[in-house]
């Protein structure tokens, strides 16, 4: 048990309605909503979830006001008012507040939708003349459609770079009046507040970068900051009677000195429209990071690439300048940090994005004083998720974005489980089955836990990930499970349980070429546990995910490193939010990637491998190197199940003939852990 938190669960009044605490859920595009925009069971599910976990303040992201073609929740039409209806009166049965972010894309939404559904009309009239046996028709109309999306495509990117420019007067006041409008069904609705997303169109029109006009909303300060305060006076006249919250986008500062971020504005002038807002009636500010640059990682940084909190500074002026409550979000990871920042007088509101989708109880946790699972900011379920067009779920919540069906069930009865392996799948395994109620054994054969993890948090920037492991180390001792360290598990052992989980993980594999076995040979798996030393020009065989992060290792280690991959790009699976920082280190320390090119024998000079032509022709590649180091993936460990007599179930890494992610070693075990 910790001290329970204090400051961040005061309640707080936001303009016409109070907050029972501090915690709040910022918009995150989650892609649960249904096709049309309406909340469907998934979404309802995740948001009913939050606040059954305690969260005061939740904020639905990116609510269009109009229909788009875009993967957005929408509250263009009366049709759609119902289902948040619904979704108000699941949230408020638990105490919480719901906040829609209202926002209109950088485009012109009805001219990209006219040009799309008369594709999608063209590509109709083709199958109906397929249909009919007129082969000329379809050939003409499967043309005329294809035209019509390259068409609309070129359109939507133009206007990606330019609308903000060129919408015309009459444009901006529809947009106006369709952000009213969907106020107006909002406060219909039951929701308790709208938050304006000052970035996307608002923010691009506020931005010097963006915003080239001449009119009335382009050039002075007060010309770019004009639309958002029209859209602040339009929502109080439409639905006078919500709570009013702008999401402030800054363009910050990277580590380098350079900035972050194209929308929005910069810190001095983002403090002065901050108090323009606070004078047109807005009841709260959100200060957040300004995007537009293409990469969602740079709203959403992934751990090491940003400090923690790296807003908050902004946030602080903020709050000195204004006397109604400042929200702050960015890497706000743990309880402590949060109370700090209510303590301090920094922010009066947090935001724990991605922490809630890793551990919706974080308030309820933070009262109580127990043990919190703690995001680890790697963005491979959540941030990699929206930018590639995929629902969100987080790699350690097993639960994340299937709420409505799964969760942990009541025990069958009294029943000891031993579970063997003591990582992230054998965890996890012994944290639900003590949570069914059951009696828990975990044997480990080391002297630590935690398995690959500590090597995942070997490279650069990695060391968050080992936030998974503290979790469970705080966690278990808790519900009682006992923790066997130094213990190879026994056929007696298992024998003693009623069932038994074996995650007994995976090893690395070596590539089986001619010097494989020379003593210039190292395995990554060893270099990244530091049993292994190498130094001056190594070639790492392997340019996947452990491949790259090892390059990463021995680069910070003054290492020249040489990446030969038989796949035509390295880093394949890696998060595409922190995929451009690895690329811009390789190119800044040379890092030979040598794709495309499979290794054939190694020996005293170095690696002798084979590269493929784009015509499939092969031409010998010699690379020079003093260490090879083998990253070429693993192989599941085998289980001896002689004289083991109770069921067995594998999960994680040697549960199948591939080898599992974090993810999937953690959804193995919780599912395996839920059947017993």
Not at 163 to 191: H, N, P, T, Y
Not at 237 to 263: H, T
Not at 597 to 620: I, K, N, Q
């Amino acid at each position: 048990m910790t001290e329970p938190a204090k400051k961040l669960l005061e309640p707080i009044k936001v303009g016409p309605i109070e907050l029972k605490n501090r915690v709040m859920f910022p918009p995150l595009t989650t892609g649960y909503e249904e096709r049309d925009g309406s909340i469907g069971a998934r979404s309802l599910a995740f948001y009913e979830r939050l606040a059954k976990g305690g969260v005061a303040y939740i904020v639905i992201g990116d609510v269009a006001p109009v229909m788009t073609a875009s993967p957005t929740p929408k509250l263009a039409n009366d049709a759609q008012i119902a289902s948040f209806e619904a979704l108000a009166a699941a949230v408020h049965r638990h105490g919480a507040k719901l906040a829609l972010q209202l926002f209109h894309p950088e485009y012109d939404v009805p001219g990209v939708g006219r040009m799309i559904m008369g594709a999608r009309m063209a590509a109709k009239a083709a199958q109906e003349a397929k249909a009919a046996g007129d082969d000329e028709a379809f050939a003409a109309k499967t043309a005329e459609s294809e035209k019509i999306t390259r068409d609309a495509y070129a359109k939507l990117h133009h206007d990606m770079q330019h609308f903000v420019s060129e919408a015309s007067v009459e444009q901006l006041d529809d947009i106006k009046a369709s952000i009213a409008a969907a106020a107006a069904r909002a406060e219909k609705a039951g929701i308790d507040a709208i938050e304006i997303h000052g970035d996307r169109l608002v923010g691009s029109l506020c931005s010097v970068a963006l915003n080239h006009r001449a009119d009335e909303y382009g050039g002075s300060f007060e010309n770019r900051v004009r639309f958002a305060l029209e859209v602040v006076a339009a929502i109080k006249e439409a639905a006078p009677g919500l709570m009013l919250e702008y999401k402030l986008p800054v363009i910050m500062q990277n580590p380098d000195g350079s900035q972050r971020g194209k929308g929005g504005l910069l810190p001095d002038e983002a403090c002065d429209l901050a108090v323009l807002l606070e004078r047109a009636g807005v009841d709260m500010i959100q200060v957040a990071q300004a995007n537009h640059t293409g990469n969602m990682g740079d709203t959403i940084p992934p751990m090491g690439t940003m400090p923690y909190n790296w807003t908050l500074p902004v946030a602080e002026r903020v709050k000195a300048l204004v006397s109604i409550p400042v929200a702050t979000v960015g890497r706000v990871v743990t309880v402590e940090a949060g109370e700090k920042i209510i303590a301090d007088g920094s922010a009066d509101v947090v935001g724990y994005g991605r922490s809630l989708l890793c551990d919706p109880d974080i308030a309820l946790k933070a009262a109580a004083g127990e043990p919190i699972r703690e995001c680890l900011n790697c963005n491979k379920g959540c941030v990699d998720a929206i930018q590639g067009r995929r629902y969100i779920s987080c790699v350690l919540n097993a639960e994340n974005g299937d709420e409505a069906t799964v969760s942990i069930e009541p025990g069958d009865g009294a029943k000891k489980v031993a579970v063997v392996g003591g990582g992230v799948a054998g965890l996890e395994a012994a944290r639900v089955c003590a949570k069914r109620g059951y009696e828990v054994t975990l044997y480990e054969a080391a002297d630590r836990l935690g398995g690959q993890i500590h090597l995942a948090a070997a490279p650069p920037r990695k060391d968050e990930i080992m936030r998974a492991v503290e979790y469970y180390e705080k966690v278990l001792p808790g519900l009682g499970v006992k923790v066997e360290l130094g213990h190879a598990a026994t056929a007696d052992d298992l024998n003693a349980a009623d069932a038994a989980i074996v995650a007994v993980g995976a090893h690395d594999v070596a590539v089986p070429v001619p010097g494989a076995d020379s003593a210039k040979v190292v395995s990554s798996w060893d270099v990244l546990a530091g049993s292994a030393e190498v130094s001056g020009k190594v070639a790492v065989i392997g340019g996947g995910l452990v491949g790259t992060e090892c390059a990463e290792y021995l680069l910070a280690r003054g290492c020249e490193v040489a990446i030969v991959e038989m796949l035509d790009k390295i880093a394949a699976g890696e998060s595409a939010t922190i995929l451009p920082t690895i690329m811009a280190e390789f190119a800044e320390n040379g890092v030979e990637q040598h794709v495309n090119t499979r290794v054939t024998a190694v020996t005293d000079a170095g690696v002798e491998a084979l590269r493929t032509a784009e015509d499939g022709s092969e031409e010998p590649v010699s690379i020079p190197c003093d260490y090879v180091v083998m990253a070429v993936g693993s192989k599941a460990n085998a289980f001896d199940s002689a004289g083991v007599t109770v069921p067995v179930t594998l999960v994680g890494d040697c549960s199948g003939e591939r080898t599992a992610d974090i993810a999937s070693a953690i959804r193995t075990a919780y599912a395996a852990a839920n059947a017993i």
